[in-house]
C-alpha cells in the first residue's frame, strides 16, 4: 500500500488541520506516513498544499503520484491534476465556481454541511476528512475514534458535532462517489508500526539542541529555521532554557558565543541570509576557540530567493565563511532522527575540539514530517571536553598542548584569569604579533581538523560490490535517492550503490576511496546547480565524477525524477 | 577581599600614545575595581575594536576581546550564562556608535544587566584618523568629504540611551579622575543596563576636541541642579546645543533587567542541567 493525498487550498483555510487530522488518522492505524509542505511566502491566499504519502512500510520522501486531492480553492482543484493517477480523485467543496469536466472531479458539500450538520464552516476540515476517507474506502470506525480522541480537549459536544460533520460526508460520498479509487483501502487491517511520534525536522534539531543541554539559544526568525527557534522557546519556561530573539542574526551569534565562553552550551538558527550576518561571528568563535551550535535551514537563494523552499546551496558558503582559517564540523542530517543525532554531536564534538559546529538542513527537512519511534533522549551522552583541572600555576587559556587543545576554564572560576581575545594572541590569551607564536596558534588550529575527521562517521553504503554506478549524496535527499535506487536495482536489474553523507567536514574519504575504485561510474546528486559536494571531494580526493544531477527549482526531489535522471546517466 | 593593584598590574605593554585619555579610563578603572568590594575573578571586561578594545589587556582581569561593533551582545550572552559577574564593555565612539549602534539601542532597550563605557575621542584613532560618528559636523580627516568635512552632525550617545532606556546614563571625563572614579563604581554596581560615556582626547589626531577644549567647556551636572531621576530633564540635559558639556549622572532609574524576562532559571546558567526526563515527557506529548 502507498497512497498520496493532496490537500490544496489558500493560506489560512486550515489545510495543515486536515492534513494533521488525516495524519492522526493513519498513523493511529500502524502505518507510516510522510508529509511535506508546499507554500508560498504569504500570510493568506495564493496556493498551498499540504502532501501526505501514507505506507505500510517506512516512506522517506514524497512521491509525484497523488491518489485524492482535496481541494479548498479552485486553484488547487487544477493545481495538481498531472500528477492525478488514472484512477484518482479531486475532491473540492461545492460552493466553488468550478464546472466538474472530467471523470475525476467530485463536487461535494463540504461547508454547507458543516455548517448545517455541524453549526460551523470550521468543521469543513471534518468534512473534507470524512469525504477523503470515503473515497479511499477507509472504514469509518476505524477513523471515528481517532476524532473523537483528537476533539476531545474542546469538549464532548465539539467532538459530536465534527464526528457527525465527518460521517455526513462519509455517507454522502458513499453513496455519490462512483470511482474507482474507493477500493483502495476496503480491505484495510491496522498496520503493525508502533512509530506514534510525529516529528518534523525542525522539531527534531530542536529536541536535539535541548537534549544536549543548549541552555542559552537566541535567533532572529527566519524562513524555514523559525520552526526550530518556536519549539525551543515553547519549552524554554519548563526546561529552563534563556532564549531571546535579537535584532539580528549578528547579534544572535555574538550572545550565544559571549554565552558560551561563560560556560554555556549554546545554539542558534537561522537560514542562509542569517548565516550570511552570522559570518564575522563565526570566525570569532574560530578565533577565540569558543564552542557554539549553529543550524542554518537552507532555502534557495542568492539573496532573499526562495523563503519557502528548498534546496542545498550554502555547502560551499558554510565551509569557508568568515575570512581566515580554522577548523569547523560541518553536518548535514537526512531525516528527522538523524538531525537530532546529530545536533547533540555537533554540540559534543563543538565542545570537546573548541570550534563552531553547524548543522546543514533545509527546508525539506525543517517542515516535512514523518513517524517514527522516538527519539533516543536517555542514550544522549554530553562531552564538555576538556576542562581545567587547577594544574597550571597560571591558567592559560591557549596553552600550547600536543593535540592543540587547551583546558577550558570560565569567567567566574576563582584563582583564574579567563583571556580570550580575536586578535591573534599568546597562550594566556593577550595579543601578540611576534610571529613564532602566529605560528604556534595556527598550527594548533589546524592539527584540530585531522582529529576532528577520525571522531566523524563514514558515509551510510547501500547497494551491491562493484556496482555499474555509485552515486554519491549528502543531506536531506536520501529518502528519493535511496528509494529510486532499491526500485531501480530490484525491478530494472540494475546495480546501483549509494554513498550517501550526513557528516560532512572535515571529510571522511575512505569509502569515497573505495567506491572511486571499484565502481564503474561514480555520479553526484546534489539539490544545488553547481555540484558543490562533488566539488568538496573532487578537492579532498582528486577523483572526478562521471556526471552530475541537479536539481534547483526549489521542490523536493522525488523518487521518479531521480530514476529519470539516473537512467538517462546511464543510457 | 580587597583587590591590589600588583594583582591588576598590566599582563602586557601598553601601546596607547604618550598623552592619551585612555590612560586616564584605565587608571580611574583600576581604582574603581580596588575599592569596590566584588571578588576578582567576578569580573569580566568585554571589548571590542579599537584604541578602547586594548583595555582588557592592561589590567590583569577576565576579558574577551571581541569584534567591532560587537561587544556588547556578547556581553549579553555571557550575562546571562552567569549573573554573578560584573561585566564591563570597553567601546569606542567608532566601535558602540557606528557598527554597534543598533546593538546598544537594544541593549539599552533590554536593560541588560551590564556597564558600558564608551570611550569617546571623536575620531577613529587607531585606523588613524578617519572621522567617527562623533566627530563634530564638518571635522577634515582623510576620509572626510571635500570641503567641509564631516557632513552630518555626531551622534549624540547620551541622548540615544536615555531614550532607549538605559537605567543609568552618565558622562564622564578622563581629565577629572575623581569624578570618573565615582561613575564607574556606580556604574558598574548599577542594577541594570549603565552607559557610561567617557569623554578622552585623542592627542595624536583630533586636533579639535582637545584637552583644552574640554577644559574650557565641562561642567558638572550635580553642581547646576540636575535632577537625575527626571528623564526627561536628562535628556535635555543631553541634548543642550551650547557650548557646554556636562559631565555627571544624567539618568539614574530603575527597571526590570532582561534576565527577569527570560526563562532562566535561577543560580548561574551554567549550572543548570536540563532535565531530560521532562524533555523525554514534552517530545512524547507528539505521539499521536
Redesign the interface.
Known sequence: MDITFNIGGMAGQGIDTIGDLL??VF??NGLYTFTVKDFESRIRGGYNFTQIRVSDRPVHCPVDDIHVIVALSKDAITGKRDQLVADGVIIYDDRLDFEPSEQCHFPAPLSKTAKSVGGSTRMTNAAALGALLSVVGFPFDLAKEVLSDIFSAKGSDVVERNIRVAQALYDFTAERFTGSCRTLLRDLRPGKATA????TGN?AVA?GA??A?A??V?AYPMSPSTGAFVEIVS??????????Q???E???L???????????R?FVSTSGGGFSLMV??LG?AGM?ETPVVIYNAQRPGPSTGLPTRTEQSDLLFTLFASQGEFPRVVFAPRDPVDAFEAVVRAFNLADRFQVPAIVLGDQYLADSAM?IE??D??G?TIDRGKLYDGSQDQYQRYLLTEDGISPRA??????????????AHLE????TEDPSLRDAMVEKFIKKIPAIRESLREPDLYGPDNPELTIVSWGTTWGAIREAVTILNEKEDRTIAHLHFTDIYPLRTGRLEEMFASSERVVSVEQNATSQFAHLVTMETGHTFDGHINKFDGRPMTPRWVMDRVREVIA | MTITAEELAP??KITWCTGCGNFGILAALKKAVMELDI?R??Y?L?SGIGCSG?T??YI????????HG?PI??????????R??RIIVHTGDGDCYAEGL??FI?AARRNVDIAVFVHNNGVNALTKGQYSPSSPRGYVSKTSPPPPGAPMDPVNGVAHAIVAGATFVARGYAGDQKSLVGLMKEAITHRGFAVLDIIQPCVTWNRKLTWRYYNERIYRLEEDGHDPSDRIAALQRAMDSSERIPVGVFYRGEGPL??EG????EG???D?????K???E???R???
Open positions: 495524519t492522526k498513523v493511529r506514534r511520534l510525529v516529528v522539531q529536541f535541548m537534549a543541554n541552555k542559552w537566541a519549552h524554554a519556561r519548563e526546561l529552563g532554557i534563556g532564549v531571546l535579537t535584532e539580528d549578528i547579534a544572535a555574538a550572545m550565544a558565543i559571549g554565552a558560551s565562553y561563560g560556560g554555556v549554546s564575522e561571528a570569532l577565540t513517524n522516538g527519539l533522549v536517555p544522549v570560565f569567567p567566574g572560576d576563582p584563582g583564574v584569569v579567563v583571556v580570550s581575545s580575536g586578535n594566556n590569551g593577550h595579543i | 599582563p602586557q571578588p575573578h567576578d569580566v568585554v586594548k582588557p589587556h590583569n582581569l577576565n576579558s574577551f576581546h571581541t569584534l560587537r551582545p556578547v556581553a549579553t550572552g555571557l550575562r546571562m550564562a552567569n554573578d559577574l543598533g546593538h537594544h532582561l534576565i527570560l526563562s532562566v532559571p548561574r546558567l551554567r543548570h542541567a536540563t532535565d531530560l521532562l524533555l523525554e514534552i517530545i512524547d507528539l505521539r499521536v
